[in-house]
């Protein structure tokens, strides 16, 4: 069975970096595609980036340049480093694999 726990989200202000991690377990990691995506409500699902299991990363135009997504296939962890928040970055972040979504870690950028 596989689990996705997201964490790390809480609130920043404006300029701020924020690190949001995800656990995996029950599926052998590196050999996964693994994604972050965010969600403000009454919007639709928005790709934040994918981490490749070829250990390259795509990222979605809103936040390419700001953001980083990384991964540490031994602690079988994806992690999204987030750079220059906007109020923008406001939602809730999910991570994404083998068609599993974890709960959520919400992000809240204000002053």
């Known amino acids: 069975q596989v689990q996705v726990v997201e964490s790390g989200g809480g609130l920043v202000q404006p300029g701020g970096s924020l690190r949001l991690s995800c656990a995996v377990s029950?599926?052998?990691?590196?050999?996964?595609?693994v994604g972050w995506y965010r969600q403000v409500p009454g919007k639709e699902r928005e790709l934040v980036g994918l981490s490749l299991n070829d250990g390259d990363a795509v990222y979605g135009d809103s936040v390419s340049g700001r953001f980083t997504i990384s991964r540490d296939n031994a602690k079988n962890t994806l992690y999204l480093q987030m750079n220059s928040l906007k109020p923008e970055d406001t939602a809730a972040y999910y991570c994404?694999?083998?068609?599993?979504w974890g709960q959520g870690t919400q992000v809240t950028v204000s002053s």
């Open positions: 994404n694999v083998a068609a599993t």
């Open positions: 029950g599926i052998d990691f590196s050999r996964y595609t």
